[in-house]
């Protein structure tokens, strides 16, 4: 506890930038885990996606097992089942003929006692699901692009890419999450992941505006490199980091735990398990991925690169955040 206390009033600085070979072997670690994944198992698509068929209805006293069998039982090769809150269920097969759909409706109605007008059924062809495939697409480049404009308008190319890179970094961890777990992936989830894109790229530009304004003030008699100007900044903003993460998280965690255990399956579970897989990753990469890649990028700059040779040259250069006395943060990002 008083660790955290004192992490909380800024009183501990973290070398997130010194310890950069430390984050980039990590995310490359998950990286090459979540690629692994999406090349070995693939995504679960929804139906939405590939086409199909589902089956809803309203049934007590029965099991997925049971529903499993009595679909099974009409000469349908892939159902999927899922419970949708106490006594609601929905069974997805593949594309099925008009008469096969018929077939498993009266089917359902018999072996649980359900009106068969009261068996909905909804097909989705697979066309559908490309249109979808591709608007999504279209969204993300869009979404993408607007990001370069604005962070190289804002504050520099370099500040761009390094947030671009954490972006992706995000998408593709989050996608090898799902496709290791085999959670489906539906609209609902797409929408999770665009939803991320924002979140990451706020935390990105929050650290991003703090170390433009400290590292402006870096010329020829400053007393410290880009490096640790840059993870004074990053100190300066964890906090307000964390903050945001945590308060954003538990009410995500809240209705992913309300959607999966009372309600069951449904949109409200697809989006906030993307969120919730999202934010973590987010939070992770914004703090130690982009600012390091950052500060990568920046100090092979000529002016950068003189600062930290002159330093070292008189034994001011030492690595990291500049740790020493108590108010030694403020007084670097006052100093500059």
Not at 290 to 318: D, H, M, N
Request: with cysteine; charged share 15%; hydrophobic share 45%.
């Amino acid at each position: 506890m008083g660790l955290a206390r004192r992490l909380y009033r800024g009183e501990i600085d973290v070398d997130f930038v010194g310890k950069w070979r430390l984050w980039y072997s990590l995310s490359g670690l998950l990286l090459a885990i979540s690629l692994a994944g999406l090349l070995v198992n693939g995504l679960n698509l929804g139906v939405e996606f590939k086409g199909g068929t589902i089956f809803s209805f309203k049934a007590t006293q029965t099991s997925v097992q049971e529903v499993r069998e009595a679909v099974l039982d009409e000469g349908v090769h892939q159902v999927i089942v899922q419970q949708a809150g106490t006594d609601g269920w929905r069974a997805t097969t593949e594309s099925l003929s008009e008469d096969t759909r018929a077939q498993v409706q009266s089917a359902i109605a018999k072996d649980f006692n359900v009106p068969v007008d009261q068996v909905s059924i909804q097909a989705i062809g697979p066309s559908w699901g490309g249109e979808v495939s591709q608007k999504a697409w279209i969204g993300l480049a869009v979404f993408m692009l607007a990001i370069i404009l604005y962070l190289s308008m804002a504050f520099e190319p370099k500040m761009a890419l390094a947030a671009i890179v954490a972006l992706i970094h995000d998408l593709v961890i989050t996608a090898g999450i799902y496709a290791w777990s085999g959670f489906e992936v539906t609209p609902a989830t797409l929408l999770g992941f665009l939803t991320i894109l924002g979140y990451s790229l706020y935390d990105a530009v929050v650290v991003f505006d703090m170390i433009k304004e400290v590292t402006a003030k870096l010329g020829h008699t400053s007393k410290q490199t880009y490096s640790m100007a840059a993870n004074n900044a990053l100190n300066h903003t964890l906090i307000r980091s964390l903050n945001t993460s945590l308060v954003a998280i538990l009410p995500v965690a809240a209705i992913l735990f309300i959607g999966t255990t009372v309600l069951g399956a449904g949109t409200l579970k697809d989006l906030s398990l993307s969120l919730f897989v999202g934010m973590i990753v987010g939070t992770y990469s914004s703090l130690c991925v982009a600012t390091p890649l950052l500060v990568t990028l920046k100090e092979r700059e000529p002016k950068y690169q003189a600062i930290a040779r002159r330093l070292a040259s008189t034994g001011g250069g030492g690595k990291g955040s500049g740790k020493g006395s108590k108010g030694s943060k403020s007084a670097a990002v006052a100093k500059g």
